[in-house]
């Protein structure tokens, strides 16, 4: 437990640091010139890097330990918001969404790190509170982003950078490897077993592809979809809310940590407790039957106090269908592969997060301000029906 506790002050850690910079890549895009549509880019752009990424460091943590591959993802996080702090044109704050991006891979390794060290029974309420001290860091990044732009242009990306050296500096002292990395670990009776080689990463992406329907597939599928969602709105939100309530850059980041308190508080409680009383299956059901509901009635209040009364519900169901997802893999897949199956899912969270920002940023200025959340809620309903079809009894592997 205390392992999973240190993991979750780094990951919340980090995730201030992104979120400092996060709300002002919109405002910062306009001021070089920025088409709402480029915008969608620079927002994919993080997403681009952590698809390249994500199986790639799963696969290295299976082998070389979930240790190194987080070390070595802040220290690229660090370095994206150096270039940020110093960005004066368009093409950087690019480069800076790139290389913030390889560093962000490593959020399947996390969740690597979650499985190794809980019971799978346990899983769900450990990625829960992981999940909020995620969005905690969320809340408390886009606040000191805010704070930070009133010193000038530099100073969210320098702050960013020291919190993230920081850090460092604590994941090195204080966060242990999470999984043995014995070359022949022994069996119950003494001879030594040879160690397992996970699958080459392109076979385990094609088989989610080939065989949607097999459990993990299943659960992969319902996670992205949910996550396209998702991205689709984070890709217009500071769009709409400049547009719609003339927000700027020095008040956007508190949207963010109001959408942000909501995931944090339900998941400290609420959502280990409802999914030990109805179960993972229905407790992604109860997310994104939240999330349709509250996308679906984002676009129609014209005071801002009732448009937050709906965005509330986004996080909301955010907060019960992410972690339960990820628990249900993490649960139906052999322990031998966790990291290659996690670095899987980020994978395609990465091309949603490509496809979803680009396609309502699109939408956006071709169709009208309030189309990108009516789509949104379009594909979670989607999701909503693949999880009509997942089985409560799914097998779950036995490690060799």
């Known amino acids: 437990m205390k392992r999973l506790w240190v993991l979750i002050a780094v990951c919340f850690v980090d995730m201030?640091?992104?979120m400092i910079i996060a709300p002002l890549l919109t405002p910062f895009a306009r001021r070089y010139g920025a088409a709402d549509w480029v915008i969608g880019l620079l927002f994919s752009a993080f997403a681009i890097a952590q698809l390249l990424s994500s199986p790639v460091w799963g696969r290295v943590s299976d082998h070389y330990g979930r240790r190194p591959a987080i070390l070595i993802g802040l220290g690229g996080s660090m370095f994206a918001y150096l270039i940020f702090g110093f960005a004066n044109s368009l093409w950087l704050l690019f480069v800076c969404r790139l290389v913030q991006g390889l560093g962000g891979g490593t959020t399947g390794v996390a969740q690597a790190y979650v499985a190794d060290t809980m019971a799978p029974s346990e899983r769900a309420k450990a990625l829960g509170w992981l999940s909020a001290a995620t969005s905690a860091g969320v809340s408390i990044g886009a606040v000191i982003g805010a704070l930070a732009s009133h010193l000038g242009s530099a100073a969210p990306g320098m702050v960013a950078a020291a919190l993230v050296a920081v850090n460092m500096i604590f994941a090195w002292r204080w966060l242990p490897e999470s999984r043995p990395l014995h070359p022949h670990p022994t069996t119950s009776s003494g001879p030594p077993v040879p160690r397992r080689i996970p699958r080459?990463?392109?076979?385990?992406?094609?088989?989610?592809v080939r065989h949607p329907g097999r459990p993990v597939s299943q659960m992969i599928w319902i996670y992205a979809v949910g996550m396209l969602a998702l991205n689709a709105v984070i890709g217009?939100?500071?769009?709409?809310?400049i547009d719609t309530f003339g927000f700027t850059a020095k008040n956007l980041g508190y949207v963010f940590?109001?959408?942000?308190?909501?995931?944090?508080?339900?998941?400290?409680?609420?959502?280990?407790?409802?999914?030990g009383r109805i179960g993972e299956v229905r407790t992604?059901?109860?997310?994104?039957?939240?999330?349709?509901?509250?996308?679906?009635?984002?676009?129609?209040p014209k005071q801002f106090p009732a448009f937050v009364v709906s965005l509330l519900l986004v996080p909301a169901g955010t907060a019960f269908l992410f972690p339960a997802t990820t628990s249900l893999v993490s649960q139906r897949t052999d322990r031998y592969e966790l990291g290659l199956t996690m670095g899987v899912q980020q994978t395609f969270r990465g091309i949603m997060a490509i496809i979803g920002p680009i396609g309502a940023t699109?939408?956006?200025q071709a169709l009208g301000h309030g189309v990108p959340f009516w789509i949104a809620a379009a594909v979670v309903a989607v999701a909503l029906l693949l999880s009509s079809q997942v089985r409560h009894d799914a097998p779950v592997p036995v490690a060799a």
Not at 257 to 275: K, M, Q, Y
Not at 284 to 300: H, Y
Request: proline letters at 5%; zero cysteines.
């Open 16 to 18: 201030i640091g992104l």
């Open 200 to 208: 080459p990463i392109a076979h385990a992406l094609w088989e989610v």
């Open 236 to 241: 217009v939100m500071s769009l709409y809310l």
């Open 257 to 275: 940590t109001v959408f942000s308190v909501v995931g944090v508080i339900l998941r400290i409680g609420p959502v280990g407790w409802v999914n």
């Open 284 to 300: 992604l059901r109860l997310g994104a039957t939240l999330m349709v509901l509250g996308l679906t009635l984002l676009p129609f």
């Open 362 to 364: 699109l939408v956006y």
